[in-house]
């Protein structure tokens, strides 16, 4: 078993142990199929990000809980390579770096998505109360808000509702860059 495909195996059975639900009830919360999702526990198959999105929105959880060992006690300091960042669970047309896990003491998580030539996603809406920040590091990208494509270059920043339907993508020939900051509001 390749190590990302590991750490998705792990973090799906746990969940699932958690809630208590059958792969039947899973396939139904998340929207995917039960035969994928025993090739994803077994280690079997490597998910697409657009595939460990909706599992984690059909389990009210952060996309990096899939992607990232959370640690086992608060650290104030944490510092990461570039490399480190930047291993990728599988090969998709979006490439996401995990900058900062979810936390549930500060209640985001910020990625470092870049969109490949061609990539458009329509995104499940995010659980209740989550906002994203969005940033582009490079290139240009459009992002669907409210039912229409925004376009948006290089320093643009964008603030949006992540529990309404929304999109991403890229129609020019050079990678986009992002930086996307997921907050979730889970005390409401
Ligand atoms: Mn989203």
């Known amino acids: 078993?390749?190590?990302?495909?590991?750490?998705?195996?792990?973090?799906?059975?746990?969940?699932?142990?958690?809630?208590?639900?059958?792969?039947?009830?899973?396939?139904?919360?998340?929207?995917?199929?039960?035969?994928?999702?025993?090739q994803i526990e077994r280690g079997e198959s490597s998910p697409t990000i657009a595939t460990l999105w909706k599992i984690a929105g059909g389990f009210n959880t952060s996309l990096s809980s899939f992607l990232e060992i959370a640690p086992d006690r608060a650290q104030e300091t944490v510092i990461r390579s570039a490399t480190a960042l930047r291993s990728q669970p599988s090969p998709d047309q979006m490439l996401v770096a995990p900058l900062f896990p979810h936390d549930d003491r500060f209640g985001f998580e910020m990625f470092e998505l870049t969109l490949l030539p061609g990539y458009e996603r329509y995104s499940e809406p995010h659980e209740p109360g989550v906002t994203e920040h969005v940033v582009v590091i490079s290139g240009v990208m459009e992002l669907l808000i409210d039912g229409a494509w925004i376009t948006l270059e290089k320093g643009a920043a964008v603030r949006f509702a992540g529990d309404k339907p929304h999109g991403y993508r890229n129609l020019h020939s050079e990678p986009a860059v992002i930086h996307d900051v997921i907050h979730y509001d889970r005390d409401r």
């Open 1 to 38: 078993m390749q190590e990302p495909n590991q750490q998705i195996a792990k973090t799906l059975k746990s969940l699932r142990a958690e809630q208590g639900w059958s792969l039947d009830r899973t396939a139904k919360e998340t929207g995917v199929s039960k035969a994928m999702l025993g």
